[in-house]
Structures are given as structure tokens and as C-alpha cells.
């Protein structure tokens, strides 16, 4: 039975890695919460996750929070006429029955003031503020300054 | 019948008469889209170890030039890691191939340290960072466009609008294109095995 629990435990924490955790609050999942690794802590990071409002009420993602950035904010990149900019964002809608995605070239968070430089491999956790759901902590891996996602079998 | 005619033939001078306006008044930060009308964009920037870089040193090659800064933290690591992937892509083809990231808020990056940021996404690429005048001018060589915004909210308390697609430059250095910001690295890799 000992035995049994133990491979059971080592399956679990050998198979998915953090990024491909999934969240529940009330009607949202939220997954795939990643970062990238920054060179030192000038430089500000960046936070990525994909929020699924499974409900019939719209939600909005209204702020994020996390002891590894001062001042954690969300922003949009946005691409017109050729040009990029990144406007900051004071939400970000998560309307019901949709899928929106922090993703590069997107709404991303923008994590100035970093505490310490973002290494591959570790992660630390960010607060996410719901205008309905209210708060969650999640874990956010952070993968390669080159990843463009995480690798998670159910990944789109 | 006649009506509906000159109707349509006034439509038509309308339509024409607004297009050739939009023509004419094209904002001049547009970047220009792929075009037939060759050009030699140039510069003559300083590198991380402070040496300057002429654009006529690197003829025989083709050039993958891009517009960043490296406080970016989203699209600006987004296309320089397409660009480690082409670079890997092209395997021995690789020293056909200059890839060269120009800054466009040289100052700050100097500051922060533009070797260790173009080598963490790959060896072989070649940051710059000039003066202001002199971005400015490379810039405008480029047709590219770049904007300083104050923004609270973010480090330093201002942020860099930027064209942040991808310039394909010949060995003649001749502009031949751009590659999109989100353009495929498996696009791009292609379109430089078509032409080595």
C-alpha cells in the first residue's frame, strides 16, 4: 500500500509540469500560467496564463498581484499601422463561455520591479483579482527567455 | 439610365479622388509594406564593445535586421527567439545569414547591457545601439517608425513604440522585405533557404 501511495505521489509530480497545472475559481479554469527568465532584475518580466470562463456571467481579469515584481501591472501589445505599442490595461474581459489568453504579442502582465532575476526552471506564485470570482493564487513556471509557451499535452 | 451613370461615374471620381487622398496623406510613420522599389537602408551604429558598425561591412550577407529595446518584455524576446530558431534552422547556412538587433532607446540599453541580452537568445547576434540622432536617422533610412511614451506604469516611467516586424536586408544591401511581427520562424527559415 506504501508503495502504491509512493508511485502514485512520484507519477503525479513526474508527469505535468507547473505550467500545465490547472485552476479552478467558481466558473473559471485557469492554466498554462508561465513566465520567462530574465537576465538580472532590471529588466522587467513577463506573466502569461489562459483563463476559460465555463459560466454564464462575465468576469474580468482586474488586477494581479506577487512577492517576485514591486509593481505587477497588465498590458496589451498591440500591432497597428506596423507599429507595436503596449498600452496598460485596467481589465481584461474574460467573457462567459469564452477562453482568453495572456499569450506573447497580447495581453501579458508586465512585471516591473522584479525582487530577484527570473531563473528557468523555478516559479513563484501570482495573485489574480476577478471582478466577480474574486481572487486565486496560482503557480507560475518559469520557462526559457526563448520559450514562446509551456508543453502540456492538452495545450492548444 | 443616364442618371444611374453618372451616378456610378460619380462614384467612381469619389472613390478615386478619396483613395488618391489616402495616397497622399499616408502617415509617414507607416512603415512601408513589401514593395517592388528597392532601397538601401544604412547605418553606422555602436556595438556593445563600443566599436561602430557600418551597414557596407556587411555585404556578401544577408541581414536580418529588427527594432527593439530590451525593456521589452513581450514582443521584443517573442522575435528574437524566432530569430535563435531560424539561425539554428539554417544550420551551416548560418554564416550566410547577420542577424542584428538595432535599439531604439539606446541609451537605457547601453545602460543595461546589450551583449548579454542579444547573446542570451543567440551568439550571433549583434546588438547596436547609436545616439539618439544617429537612431533616428537609421530609422528613417529603414522607413521604420519608433516613439517614446511616458507611461507610469512601467520602469523608468516610459515605454518605446516600435515597427516590430523583422527586415530582410540582400548582400547587396538592398531592402527586399519584412517578415510581420508573429511571422512563423519555419516562414521565415524557408524564405531564406529559398534564396542561399
Not at chain 2, 544604412?42 to 556578401?60: H, N, P
Request: charge should be negative.
Amino acid at each position: 500500500m506504501k508503495a502504491l501511495i509512493l508511485s502514485v505521489l512520484l507519477a503525479v509530480s513526474a508527469v505535468p509540469t507547473l505550467a500545465c497545472e490547472t485552476f479552478t475559481l467558481g466558473d473559471l479554469t485557469i492554466e498554462h500560467a508561465w513566465s520567462r527568465a530574465t537576465i538580472g532584475a532590471d529588466r522587467p518580466g513577463v506573466f502569461y496564463v489562459e483563463i476559460t470562463n465555463n459560466g454564464s456571467t462575465d468576469d474580468a481579469l482586474i488586477g494581479i498581484a506577487t512577492p517576485a515584481a514591486g509593481m505587477p501591472m497588465l498590458h496589451q501589445t498591440v500591432v497597428m499601422d506596423g507599429v507595436a505599442t503596449m498600452p496598460h490595461s485596467m481589465s481584461i474581459p474574460v467573457p462567459a463561455g469564452q477562453n482568453v489568453q495572456l499569450a506573447p504579442g497580447s495581453y501579458h502582465g508586465m512585471l516591473t520591479g522584479l525582487t530577484a532575476a527570473l531563473k528557468e526552471g523555478n516559479s513563484f506564485p501570482v495573485a489574480l483579482t476577478f471582478q466577480n470570482a474574486g481572487e486565486i493564487v496560482v503557480n507560475v513556471e518559469v520557462l526559457s527567455l526563448r520559450a514562446e509557451g509551456p508543453d502540456c499535452e492538452d495545450a492548444n | 439610365m443616364r442618371f444611374s451613370t453618372l451616378r456610378i461615374l460619380l462614384w467612381a471620381a469619389a472613390l478615386t479622388a478619396s483613395a488618391a487622398f489616402a495616397v497622399a496623406n499616408w502617415p509617414s510613420r507607416t512603415p512601408s509594406q513589401p514593395t517592388e522599389m528597392a532601397f538601401v537602408p544604412k547605418f553606422a551604429l555602436a556595438d556593445a564593445a563600443g566599436g561602430t558598425r557600418k551597414s557596407e561591412e556587411f555585404r556578401g550577407k544577408f541581414q536580418l535586421v529588427f527594432f527593439g529595446f530590451t525593456n521589452c518584455p513581450d514582443v521584443c524576446p517573442t522575435t528574437l527567439s524566432e530569430v535563435a530558431q531560424v539561425m539554428e534552422g539554417l544550420g551551416s547556412d548560418a554564416e550566410s545569414v547577420q542577424p542584428i538587433f538595432i535599439s531604439v532607446d539606446p541609451e537605457r540599453d547601453r545602460r543595461l547591457g546589450l551583449a548579454e541580452y542579444t547573446n542570451a537568445f543567440h551568439p550571433s547576434i549583434i546588438g547596436l545601439a547609436g545616439s539618439e540622432a544617429e537612431t533616428e536617422a537609421v530609422a528613417r533610412s529603414f522607413k521604420v517608425y519608433f516613439m517614446r511614451n511616458d507611461d507610469k506604469t512601467v520602469p523608468g516611467g516610459y515605454s518605446m513604440s516600435h515597427s516590430p516586424a523583422l527586415y530582410l536586408i540582400g548582400p547587396d544591401g538592398d531592402w527586399l522585405r519584412q517578415f510581420s511581427y508573429g511571422t512563423p520562424a519555419a516562414e521565415i527559415l524557408a524564405d531564406l533557404q529559398s534564396r542561399l
